[in-house]
């Protein structure tokens, strides 16, 4: 009985999206919103057509350079060529995979080695820090470095956004399945190499239903990105944030660690962080009361949340919830949920850390 029930919940939740691909959730999107803006770093922003036309000129250059299903590499974060980049990968029927330029030259060279990586997206800056490390890649077989916003005055193994402006931003569907996949994430690689977790469509699909289930927010809110692409939240911000209409704001670089004016500035709504950012901000004395009037949901997950911390926020963000989410990466992204409340006993928790709550709708927990 349990089982039916389950079914005929996924049943429905998938119904409420009407989409199978990540695709086809980024081309409904920017049928939907059009005119509104996508992605917001400070003063630069792109609309959701801008945004799905940059990326479908990405698409077909590497579709021209043959890309089919496979792995592309999507260097650095928090920049145009970013966003534009994860949605130029997709529409391209293939899946990225984030290479962070602050990793050290074996793990770079071995996330590349391991996923048969020869296309790169990214910037120039943050190739720049990675470039030596690719001489050491097998047979360096880097066939092309992709940069979508500016141009470049460097050799042939280089395609710049003069070589993609002149591409078509019509898109060619790809038979994409629900088992292809959407993206690799590899581990720290702390405890040895490297390890990548493949996701594929169905799984994001899924969780999106959920989320959708979950957070009935309007189109036009502003949504706060402060993950790396490495740590999967960053999907969830990217992805919920476009489904539903939301402008996507990225902070600046100095802004992760200590985001009181980015809240402020880009009036967030939609807030998702590590709890740890709460104790960095209260040190400081940025935590007054009200300070953020305009979140309406915040989510914290990635580490224990002491309930001093919630109470701290709570102070600050008057009108938000505040929630714990867990979910290990192999499970895509978010599990389990707990809403903190607004009145509870001073004993409630154990050790005064926040539960990590119940399973999503179409999830089941076993002990």
């Known amino acids: 009985m349990r089982l039916l029930q389950l079914f005929l919940l996924k049943a429905y939740l998938k119904k409420l999206m009407e989409i199978s691909n990540l695709e086809q959730l980024i081309l409904n999107s920017a049928k939907l919103y059009h005119n509104q803006v996508a992605v917001k770093i400070q003063?630069?922003?792109l609309t959701y057509q801008a945004l799905v036309d940059k990326a479908s000129q990405i698409a077909n250059t590497l579709k021209e350079q043959g890309a089919n299903k496979e792995a592309i590499g999507l260097v650095g974060q928090k920049h145009m060529s970013s966003y534009a980049g994860v949605l130029g990968i997709l529409l391209a029927g293939c899946y990225y995979v984030p290479i962070n330029p602050k990793l050290s030259k074996s793990k770079v060279v071995a996330i590349i080695n391991d996923s048969n990586i020869e296309l790169l997206v990214g910037d120039i800056d943050n190739f720049s820090k990675i470039d030596e490390f690719l001489e050491?890649?097998?047979?360096?077989?880097?066939?092309?470095?992709?940069?979508?916003?500016?141009?470049?005055l460097l050799n042939s193994n280089w395609i710049d956004q003069n070589y993609i402006n002149g591409k078509s931003t019509n898109i060619v569907f790809n038979d994409i399945k629900g088992y292809d996949l959407a993206y690799i994430l590899y581990t720290s690689g702390s405890t040895g190499a490297p390890k990548g977790?493949?996701?594929?469509?169905?799984?994001?699909?899924?969780?999106?239903?959920?989320?959708?289930?979950i957070y009935p927010i309007k189109a036009g809110f502003h949504a706060s990105q402060m993950f790396d692409f490495s740590f999967d939240p960053s999907v969830s911000d990217m992805f919920f944030t476009w489904m539903m209409g939301g402008i996507l704001c990225i902070p600046l670089e100095g802004e992760v660690m200590m985001p009181y004016e980015f809240i402020k500035r880009e009036e967030i709504n939609f807030w998702n962080s590590v709890p740890s950012i709460i104790g960095f901000m209260k040190n400081m004395g940025y935590l007054s009361s009200g300070a953020f009037p305009s979140l309406k949901y915040s989510m914290f997950c990635g580490e224990q949340f002491p309930r001093h911390y919630a109470d701290s926020w709570r102070v600050a963000a008057p009108n938000s919830t505040i929630e714990?989410?867990?979910?290990?990466?192999?499970?895509?992204?978010?599990t389990s949920r707990y809403s903190y409340p607004k009145k509870v006993d001073q004993d409630a928790f154990y050790n005064n850390i926040i539960p990590i709550g119940k399973a999503f709708p179409s999830m089941i927990i076993e002990i």
Not at 136 to 152: G, W
Not at 197 to 213: A, G, P, R, T
Not at 324 to 334: D, H, Q, V
């Open 136 to 152: 050491d890649v097998n047979c360096n077989k880097i066939k092309q470095k992709i940069v979508p916003f500016e141009s470049t």
């Open 43 to 45: 003063d630069e922003t």
């Open 324 to 334: 714990n989410l867990y979910g290990p990466t192999e499970s895509t992204i978010y």
């Open 197 to 213: 977790v493949l996701v594929d469509h169905s799984n994001v699909i899924e969780f999106l239903c959920n989320m959708k289930s």
